[in-house]
């Protein structure tokens, strides 16, 4: 049974960290204003991150009850490295000058050399493991009983965002040619990051 409170956190947290700009998002976004192979692209995504969020979720309670100090230890890890995290964010909501700049091109390039690209983005990249495996994995232990809603919020977090930037990118594309937006999504995650991070130090 599904506890809303715990699933709407779920959402909220996981859309909170998977807003950060990065190699993943920019190729999501790149191949939704292009329009090639979206559905693809946003699937591989999505059910990358809902495959590592499960694992966090079902095993990181157990690892911890075997290794109980695990649990104190990644949850101020987790905070130090959020609270890093949106201080790089904030900083770069100040200074940033950079677009996303979208390569154009009229041949579209084969659908397994895309899949190879976006898959290499996201199982490549550590901060995946520690945002999805660890992080999540970390906070769904402060629902004891309620994981499930915490998981399947963050999972829905993921699908939203991912098809929410695949399909939805041709009407971003006035606004993220400017550095403006850029540095006004970074200072709202800087928020959400620091929010979180609080979060994780007070439930101790």
């Given at each position: 049974?599904i506890?809303?409170?715990?699933f709407?956190?779920?959402?909220?947290?996981?859309?909170?960290l998977?807003?950060?700009?990065g190699?993943?998002?920019?190729?999501?976004?790149?191949?939704?204003?292009?329009?090639?192979?979206?559905?693809?692209?946003?699937?591989a995504?999505?059910?990358?991150?809902?495959a590592l969020?499960?694992?966090?979720?079902?095993s990181?309670?157990?690892?911890a009850?075997?290794?109980?100090?695990l649990d104190?230890?990644?949850?101020?890890?987790?905070?130090?490295?959020?609270?890093?995290?949106?201080?790089?964010?904030?900083v770069?909501?100040?200074?940033s000058t950079e677009?996303l700049?979208v390569?154009?091109?009229?041949?579209?390039?084969?659908?397994?050399?895309v899949?190879?690209?976006?898959?290499a983005?996201?199982?490549?990249?550590?901060?995946?493991?520690?945002d999805t495996?660890?992080?999540l994995?970390?906070i769904?232990?402060?629902?004891p009983?309620?994981e499930f809603?915490?998981?399947?919020?963050?999972v829905?977090?993921?699908?939203l965002?991912f098809?929410?930037l695949?399909y939805?990118?041709?009407?971003?594309r006035?606004l993220?040619?400017?550095?403006?937006?850029w540095?006004?999504?970074?200072?709202?995650?800087?928020?959400?990051?620091?929010?979180?991070?609080?979060?994780?130090?007070?439930?101790g």
């Amino acid at each position: 049974m599904i506890t809303l409170s715990v699933f709407l956190t779920g959402l909220g947290v996981g859309l909170g960290l998977i807003l950060a700009i990065g190699a993943q998002n920019a190729f999501v976004l790149r191949q939704g204003l292009r329009g090639e192979h979206v559905l693809a692209v946003v699937l591989a995504c999505a059910i990358s991150d809902a495959a590592l969020i499960v694992l966090g979720v079902t095993s990181f309670a157990r690892i911890a009850l075997v290794l109980p100090w695990l649990d104190p230890v990644m949850r101020y890890a987790g905070a130090a490295f959020l609270g890093w995290y949106g201080w790089r964010a904030a900083v770069s909501a100040f200074r940033s000058t950079e677009a996303l700049v979208v390569a154009g091109g009229a041949e579209a390039a084969p659908l397994g050399r895309v899949l190879a690209t976006c898959l290499a983005l996201t199982w490549l990249n550590p901060h995946v493991y520690l945002d999805t495996v660890v992080l999540l994995g970390t906070i769904s232990t402060r629902f004891p009983g309620a994981e499930f809603s915490f998981g399947a919020g963050a999972v829905m977090g993921s699908f939203l965002f991912f098809f929410s930037l695949g399909y939805g990118a041709r009407l971003l594309r006035p606004l993220f040619a400017s550095p403006r937006a850029w540095r006004v999504l970074d200072g709202l995650i800087a928020l959400v990051m620091w929010g979180i991070a609080l979060k994780l130090v007070w439930m101790g």
